[in-house]
């Protein structure tokens, strides 16, 4: 395997305007703080925005993936909640912002099967709600389900509490509920650590994410904050 340790702008070069992006983290845990400021000074805009949600900074415009919004570079967003954040749904109401709300264990499963070539499954959450709007459904043994797709994106950003310079990586508490699925379903995989260690520091049965799914690796201390 190569080092995968590049410089953050070169990392971010690979996000083109009008990507899809799927970011890691959960409940503003996890998420890779500094590719999204990097994202903002290279204004790379017209995204569509995969996440379980957008109340990362709640009110502070600078925290989690709140740059994206409050400079206007999402199109639309792809999410479980919004509730908490305030500019989602200001820009989803003037209508800037186009909105898909899944349930979070749906859009977690979404993922999973974009990272696994699975073409969709069946999942009776949502039947007879707003969800259910323009979806296949079907009925199995007398119960009603609804085709769900699956999710990739051009790019995939993850956040990791310790990796190796191959990518191998171990999360930090409930980050690693969506890190390693969004970590599977992108054509292009970045990874912000906060620490960096050598190939073989970090033991084979403690590897949450292996390399083999990273294709650039960003340093955080060497990030402007």
Same mark, same amino acid.
């Given at each position: 395997?190569?080092?995968?340790?590049?410089?953050?702008?070169?990392?971010?070069?690979?996000? =083109?305007?009008?990507?899809?992006?799927?970011?890691?983290?959960?409940?503003?845990?996890?998420?890779?703080?500094?590719?999204?400021?990097?994202?903002?000074? /290279?204004?790379?805009?017209?995204?569509?925005?995969?996440?379980?949600?957008?109340?990362?900074?709640?009110?502070?415009?600078?925290?989690?993936?709140?740059?994206?919004?409050?400079?206007?570079?999402?199109? =639309?967003?792809?999410?479980?909640?919004?509730?908490?954040?305030?500019?989602?749904?200001? /820009?989803?109401?003037?209508?800037?912002?186009?909105?898909?709300?899944?349930? /979070?264990?749906?859009?977690?499963?979404?993922?999973?099967?974009?990272?696994?070539?699975?073409?969709?499954?069946?999942?009776?959450?949502?039947?007879?709600?707003?969800?259910?709007?323009?979806?296949?459904?079907?009925?199995?043994?007398? =119960?009603?389900?609804?085709?769900?797709?699956?999710?990739?994106?051009?790019?995939?950003?993850?956040?990791?509490?310790?990796?190796?310079?191959?990518?191998?990586?171990?999360?930090?508490?409930?980050?690693?509920?969506?890190?390693?699925?969004?970590?599977?379903?992108?054509?292009?995989?970045?990874?912000?650590?906060?620490?960096?260690?050598?190939?073989?520091?970090?033991?084979?049965?403690?590897?949450?994410?292996?390399?083999?799914?990273?294709?650039?690796?960003?340093? /955080?201390?060497?990030?402007?904050?």
């Amino acid at each position: 395997m190569k080092n995968k340790v590049v410089n953050i702008e070169e990392a971010v070069k690979n996000i =083109k305007h009008g990507d899809t992006v799927m970011f890691g983290g959960f409940g503003g845990f996890g998420t890779p703080n500094n590719i999204v400021l990097e994202m903002v000074r /290279q204004n790379v805009g017209g995204l569509t925005v995969i996440t379980e949600d957008f109340s990362h900074g709640l009110r502070n415009f600078e925290m989690g993936l709140m740059p994206l919004l409050s400079h206007k570079l999402v199109k =639309k967003a792809i999410l479980c909640f919004a509730g908490l954040q305030p500019l989602v749904t200001e /820009q989803f109401f003037s209508g800037e912002l186009e909105v898909e709300l899944t349930p /979070q264990g749906t859009l977690a499963e979404r993922i999973r099967a974009g990272g696994s070539g699975i073409g969709g499954f069946y999942t009776p959450v949502g039947v007879g709600t707003v969800v259910a709007e323009g979806k296949e459904t079907r009925e199995i043994d007398g =119960k009603l389900y609804l085709l769900e797709k699956p999710l990739r994106a051009n790019v995939s950003v993850v956040k990791a509490y310790k990796a190796d310079t191959f990518g191998n990586a171990i999360f930090k508490y409930n980050s690693i509920s969506f890190n390693p699925l969004v970590a599977m379903a992108g054509d292009i995989v970045i990874m912000e650590t906060e620490h960096l260690v050598e190939p073989g520091e970090i033991p084979p049965d403690r590897v949450q994410l292996p390399g083999v799914f990273i294709d650039y690796v960003v340093l /955080q201390e060497e990030v402007a904050p």
